[in-house]
């Protein structure tokens, strides 16, 4: 039973739907103001076989989000096992979609499901799951980089300076990143500190613990590059997803813009306004950075609403059967009902 962790984070389910229904609304104006031509006749003649393709890899990208945080339970040395790690990654996955609450929900669905259906000590799986989302955010910044160098490699410079914002967005997050890898790769100076003027004992503690934690990572060396690369081929697999897309409806527009587009227009989801899996603004977001990038308005939006089709409905279905059956049904409904109250 979950006795602590509760999602602050309250939606009524009618708030919920009215939410939803504002998100449709803002993707439905977009479009009429964008006028896009020709999206039907791009659907009708969709490769199927392209898009079953692209469903069977958006099982690997979301298992790799497990997979990496199972990397950073080994590196802290907690043994578990692999494939609860993918299903905690899927719970996480799951929340963030379902309770929008700028990820936050995920995450906390992710603290209750390792505490208590794994066992592990809360201030080991809160430092794991900080550790998980530093790496994440810093191999956002670099994919980000990675592919305007292969958009530039591969196409020239010219057209692309109004791509420059964005890098600069992707510097911003890797400074920020390398802050918050610092701050809890240091907890343990952080908690002499707080000692010495004998303030805040509860932080005192778990800071340290956090410390016993940050200090076995950082010391495996190997381990944590592995985990790193992990995480930098998660937002591969990823772009890899919209790319096949792309093929499906039968227009290339090179890996790397896709993959330059695909984590800029993820970030969205930490927004916190409470539609859920941010439809509408995701979407609108996908299309303009596409256009930016020299793409077909009908092929962008043509390339969206399949990217909803495959990462949204097929996830949320996906990870509700997978998680049916291995059980997790009880521990979503305790955290739900405890949201309600």
Do not use: Q
């Not at 790690?85 to 929900?105: F, K, N, Q, R, T």
């Not at 809160?126 to 994440?136: K, P, Q, V």
């Not at 998660?234 to 919209?242: D, E, P, S, T």
């Not at 539609?275 to 596409?290: C, L, N, R, S």
């Amino acid at each position: 039973m979950i006795r602590r962790i509760a999602i602050s984070t309250k939606y009524r389910k009618e708030t919920l739907i009215v939410l939803t229904i504002i998100g449709f609304g803002i993707l439905i104006l977009y479009l009429k103001l964008l006028s896009p031509e020709n999206v039907f006749g791009l659907l009708r003649k969709t490769n199927i076989l392209l898009v079953l393709a692209s469903t069977i890899v958006n099982v690997l990208y979301l298992s790799l989000y497990g997979i990496v945080w199972w990397y950073v339970l080994r590196n802290i040395r907690i043994r578990v096992s692999l494939g609860e790690c993918i299903l905690g990654g899927y719970i996480s996955l799951l929340g963030d979609m379902v309770i929008p609450s700028a990820s936050l929900s995920g995450e906390m669905l992710r603290i209750a499901y390792g505490m208590y259906r794994l066992g592990i000590n809360g201030s080991v799986v809160f430092t794991s799951i900080a550790i998980h989302r530093l790496l994440n955010s810093l191999s956002f910044g670099l994919v980000v980089i990675l592919g305007f160098l292969g958009i530039i490699l591969t196409t020239g410079t010219a057209g692309y300076n109004s791509l420059i914002k964005y890098l600069a967005l992707a510097v911003i997050a890797i400074l920020l990143t390398l802050l918050g890898l610092f701050l809890i790769l240091n907890s343990g100076r952080i908690a002499d500190y707080l000692h010495r003027r004998g303030k805040a004992r509860r932080l005192v503690k778990f800071l340290r613990d956090v410390n016993k934690c940050t200090t076995m990572f950082r010391r495996n060396i190997i381990g944590t590059i592995l985990t790193f690369l992990l995480a930098i081929a998660r937002w591969m697999v990823g772009a890899l997803i919209v790319f096949l897309l792309f093929l499906a409806i039968g227009y290339d527009p090179g890996y790397w813009k896709v993959l330059f587009a695909y984590p800029l227009y993820g970030i969205s989801l930490l927004i916190p306004i409470g539609i859920p899996a941010m439809i509408g603004i995701m979407d609108t977001t996908m299309i303009t950075i596409f256009m930016i990038l020299g793409i077909n308005k009908s092929v962008a939006v043509a390339v969206a609403l399949l990217s909803r089709l495959v990462m949204t409905g097929f996830t949320i279905l996906y990870i509700i059967l997978v998680g049916s059956f291995f059980g997790l049904a009880d521990l979503l409904s305790e955290v739900s009902k405890r949201n309600k109250h």
